[in-house]
């Protein structure tokens, strides 16, 4: 209908309605896109329209853009419409009476701008704010935010900067147009004569160098506790019984030194969140819980070496946790360099190694300004074969071990201990019934975002099945000539396994991500020499599982050293892949995640999952993902969509 004697006026009704696509449709074909909470807001849209209907209607208004100019807006506050275009624009739905103008802009460069003299500069104007409204609707996410910024209002640009999600694009859409339609309201505003920026060192930067400098720093762990906002709900050690009554496992730990001071193991960023995670390990003992009688040693193997690990999340879905941060620093260097990069660190002065700092985490920016390309051409079917090879052979190793015998894991499982000798107690919710929890307030709801990476044929590694089940969904397994009826390639290290291809059911639909993962496993399994297992074994450094899987299917290996080599290859690939996301795609993550805004680097406009199945029609999207903002970059896709989250208040 774009370009005809139409308009079309739509309705966003509720908070799951998709806004982006309906503000869209409005803009494009001259309309008014309305959020409506209530049904009484749907009614009096559909009202005012029937109205305008009824009555006299201006012929339409057709509108050139000249070569000069790059982009114009139509606005009119009687009408309470707003329509932009990059090229001719055709109003439609207007009463003779009703008031109109129209904004013209024109791209031009630093050096043309540094000679326009005394041309008065009018930021927080009805240009602007209709120039970052018509972007807005038409999908251009990031040249809105900037605008908005631009208009040196401080009120909607801090409340709206990290919009990202339907209902934020929403709100942030709700308050310009107040902005437009009701001036009044701007009196109220809080406006700047310049963009605020914080220029001090970022918090990421920040913890980059603290990581690298962890042995020169001490943490007071139990002034973090007191500052510190949980963001997950919370977790007792234990299982409920049949009643719901709480059984305390038999063991338990006791710290080794109970220091107030302690040392940072590692800072870490989510793969998929703006959340940065501080860990801390400390040393302990494993005692009975009813004796207090302490246990040194499990099936011979020592626990003298034994820990536990205390995460506490600094960052979370862009949102700080911690916002002042106790240390002692061991080296005056570490010091001086923190005072150099202007992170705020209040304390005694000069230098004292005795005495306690406070870093104020809560004044910092979260990131620095974006730097270098975003390519992503390969990284996604790179960490699909890598993660896909990861699924085989954790599905092997699942109850076995490099060093330790069957009876020994068993013994240590027992223990809550895992074959690698980490502790894992069973841990249940503070509470019983979730809706009692939230009824009585102890439990909240937030919405917190992931950002995921795919390709046009696979929306995310989600897609990707585990080990085991894509092994049964797709093959048929014999161990010693008997089919298993619950195939799991753990139990095939006892005998002799032999794999058939399996004959689907008219039912079964075959996904990309199914023959994705298909050409590594008939590789694996030896029903396809295509070579897939080796190149992704040489690209990782893993080499030695090659000969040791021709080996092992050929009969001439041991289970212990088919199983050692799986342990080191899987290591490798974990640590491949680790790497590949920390270089390529969580800097990205916590930036989107943290600022609401794509780099410039990035150059895409945000599409709606309707719109993206349409263009390819092989991507597949859960409940969740069917609400997400999509950009394309490249061949990659990237898949930025909301989730509730439950938090112990």
Not at 129 to 144: D, H, P, Q, V, Y
Not at 419 to 444: I, Q, R
Not at 501 to 522: P, Q
Not at 550 to 561: I, M, V, Y
Request: net charge negative; charged share 25%; aromatic share 10%.
């Amino acid at each position: 209908m774009q370009g005809t004697d139409v308009f079309v006026n739509t309705i966003a009704y509720g908070d799951y309605a998709d806004f982006r696509f309906l503000a869209k449709v409005a803009n494009n074909v001259s309309g008014v896109c309305i959020k409506a909470g209530r049904v009484s807001d749907m009614f009096d849209a559909l009202n005012a329209t029937a109205k305008l209907l009824s009555g006299s209607i201006a012929p339409p208004l057709e509108v050139t853009l000249s070569h000069e100019y790059d982009y114009q807006v139509f606005l009119s506050h009687s009408a309470g419409k707003l329509n932009g275009s990059n090229t001719t624009l055709k109003v439609c739905g207007m009463k003779p009476e009703d008031d109109a103008i129209i904004y013209k802009y024109r791209k031009i460069t630093r050096d043309e701008y540094t000679q326009l003299g005394d041309v008065p500069e009018a930021q927080t104007s009805e240009a602007v704010l209709a120039f970052a409204k018509a972007n807005l609707s038409e999908g251009n996410l990031n040249t809105a935010k900037y605008a908005l910024a631009s208009t040196f209002d401080a009120t909607l640009a801090e409340k709206h900067g990290r919009a990202l999600t339907n209902g934020q694009v929403a709100a942030m859409t709700f308050d310009l147009e107040a902005a437009l339609f009701q001036p009044g309201i701007l009196k109220e505003h809080e406006i700047l004569d310049h963009v605020r920026v914080n220029k001090r060192t970022s918090l990421l930067q920040l913890a980059g160098l603290l990581g690298q400098n962890r042995h020169k720093f001490l943490v007071n762990l139990s002034a973090l506790k007191e500052n510190y906002r949980r963001r997950g709900v919370k977790r007792v050690e234990g299982v409920r019984d049949e009643t719901g009554t709480l059984v305390k496992p038999w063991l338990k730990t006791e710290l080794v030194e109970k220091n107030e001071w302690v040392r940072v193991s590692s800072f870490d960023i989510n793969r998929n969140t703006a959340t940065m995670n501080m860990l801390f390990a400390r040393k302990v003992r494993l005692v009975e819980t009813s004796t207090g009688k302490a246990i040194p040693e499990v099936a011979g193997v020592k626990l003298d070496d034994l820990s536990i690990f205390n995460n506490y999340t600094l960052v979370s879905d862009g949102e700080l946790n911690i916002p002042i941060l106790h240390v002692k620093f061991s080296s005056q260097d570490l010091y001086d360099q923190l005072k150099k990069e202007d992170a705020l660190v209040e304390g005694p002065e000069p230098f004292d190694p005795e005495g306690e700092y406070a870093l104020r985490l809560e004044k910092l920016p979260l990131v620095p300004p974006f730097e270098g390309g975003a390519k992503f051409d390969g990284v996604f079917e790179d960490l699909a074969e890598v993660k896909t090879l990861i699924s085989i052979l954790s599905a092997h190793l699942k109850e076995e071990s490099a060093d330790f015998t069957p009876e020994q894991v068993e013994e240590l499982k027992k223990h809550y201990l895992s074959k690698s000798l980490f502790l894992s107690f069973p841990t249940t919710t503070e509470y019983t019934d979730l809706t009692e929890a939230l009824n009585a307030g102890s439990v909240d709801v937030r919405v917190s975002y992931k950002i995921d990476i795919g390709n046009r044929e696979i929306l995310n590694l989600g897609k990707l099945m585990s080990g085991n089940k894509f092994l049964d969904r797709m093959y048929v397994t014999k161990l010693d000539g008997t089919e298993m009826d619950k195939p799991a390639f753990d139990a095939t290290l006892d005998g002799k396994a032999t794999f058939e291809f399996k004959k689907l059911s008219a039912r079964t639909k075959v996904t990309k991500a199914d023959e994705f993962m298909k050409r590594i496993f008939d590789d694996f399994l030896g029903l396809a020499k295509n070579g897939s297992v080796r190149a992704i074994l040489e690209r990782v450094g893993a080499e030695t599982l090659v000969d040791e899987l021709e080996a092992w299917r050929a009969g001439k290996s041991s289970k212990s050293a088919f199983v050692t080599a799986m342990t080191e290859a899987k290591y490798q690939l974990e640590s491949y892949s680790d790497q590949l996301f920390e270089e390529k795609i969580s800097p990205l993550v916590f930036y989107i995640g943290s600022t609401g805004l794509l780099p410039d680097e990035i150059d895409a406009k945000a599409q709606t999952a309707e719109a993206l199945a349409t263009k390819y029609p092989n991507l597949a999207f859960s409940k969740d993902e069917q609400e997400g903002m999509y950009f394309e970059v490249g061949g990659a896709i990237l898949g930025v969509f909301s989730k509730k989250e439950y938090f112990s208040v």
